[in-house]
Each structure stands twice: as structure tokens, then as C-alpha cells.
């Protein structure tokens, strides 16, 4: 069975860094566009940070120059770098992948979630 499993995430002082990891596990035949969502208490689940299986990458405004997105094809991984965090960025963080695998019979890409961290940041 495909998942994305994510980890790092935690408390934080405003300033502070902090890393998420993403795991693909599972058996894929292979990794699209990746990226990274979060969703805040009572605010709808809005884009961090996206990256292509060529290693574009596009942010969110309210992140440019403090979050960096990265990725390992050969590992399956991908990870979000936080740097200088604020309390506005307090919410669960998801990852989400487009997966080429083989569900009930039929290869396509699927699109994949994982069940979040949560990433609290304190003044």
C-alpha cells in the first residue's frame, strides 16, 4: 500500500528553524509534482510549497525566502526547510504527492496525501 508519511514537525519559537520530511513508501513506479500544503484552525488548507520531478519550484508569497522545498527521487523523500518562522505559520502540514502506481488492477498517477504534522510556532 502507497503513503506519504511526514515527520519533524513541532514546537518553535518565532525566529526559529525547523525541517519536515516526507517518505514515500510503498511500491510506485514513479514520482510527478510534489509539495507541501498546511491547514491553520478554521482556514481552509492553502499551498506552501510545490516542486516538480525536474526540480522546479514555486511558494507560496507568504513564505518566499524563509521556506526552501527539496526533494531526493532516489530516496523517495522530499522535505521543507523553515526558517525565521512566525506564528502565522502554526497549522498541520501536508504533504501531498502525484504517484504513478498500480491501484485495483489500473496503472495511473494517483494523487496521495499524508495524514500531517503539526508545526506550532510561540512567541
Known amino acids: 500500500q502507497v503513503q506519504l508519511v511526514e515527520s519533524g514537525g513541532g514546537l518553535v519559537q518565532t525566529g526559529g528553524s525547523l525541517r519536515l520530511s516526507c517518505v514515500v513508501s510503498g511500491s510506485i513506479l514513479s514520482i510527478s509534482g510534489m509539495g507541501w500544503y498546511r491547514q491553520a484552525p478554521g482556514k481552509e488548507r492553502e499551498l506552501v510549497a510545490r516542486?516538480?520531478?525536474?526540480?522546479?519550484?514555486n511558494y507560496a508569497d507568504s513564505v518566499k525566502g524563509r521556506f526552501t522545498i527539496s526533494r531526493d527521487n532516489a530516496k523517495k523523500t522530499m522535505d521543507l526547510q523553515m526558517n525565521n518562522v512566525k506564528p502565522e505559520d502554526t497549522a498541520v502540514y501536508y504533504c501531498n504527492g502525484q504517484l504513478r502506481s498500480l491501484r485495483a488492477g489500473i496503472v495511473r498517477t494517483y494523487d496521495y496525501w499524508g495524514q500531517g504534522t503539526q508545526v506550532t510556532v510561540v512567541s
Open positions: 516542486i516538480t520531478g525536474a526540480g522546479s519550484t
